[in-house]
């Protein structure tokens, strides 16, 4: 099993700056890509950020130019830089990584619980 918790959502004024954490533990040999999606009320989750294990990057348009994904590969933990928020930027924020087991074992990938990430106008 392996447990995923999100850290440092919040309440931020519109143009302020969020930094959200994800620490990955539980029975893992290898991290291949971590990321974000959010979910804003009243609408589908979407896809936010994405970084491979060799730190490539991609991200949604809407969020380019604001907002930065990096990791820690000895900590299993990605982050979430956030700057430049708008109120449209409101959601639930779940972090995702696929993991493997064990070497030659199958990939599965891992949901957090989701943190609430709120930018007032």
């Known amino acids: 099993q392996v447990q995923l918790v999100e850290s440092g959502g919040g309440l931020v004024q519109a143009g302020g700056s969020l930094r959200l954490s994800c620490a990955a533990s539980g029975n893992i040999f290898s991290i291949n890509d971590m990321g974000w999606h959010r979910q804003a009320p009243g609408k589908q989750r979407e896809w936010v950020a994405t970084i491979s294990s060799s730190g490539r990057t991609t991200y949604v348009d809407s969020v380019k130019g604001r907002f930065t994904i990096s990791r820690d590969n000895a900590k299993n933990t990605v982050y979430l830089q956030m700057s430049s928020l708008k109120a449209e930027d409101t959601a639930v924020y779940y972090c995702?990584?696929?993991?493997?087991?064990?070497?030659?074992?199958?990939?599965?990938?891992?949901w957090g619980q989701g943190i609430q990430v709120t930018v007032s106008s």
């Open positions: 995702f990584a696929v993991t493997q087991s064990a070497r030659l074992g199958p990939s599965t990938l891992d």
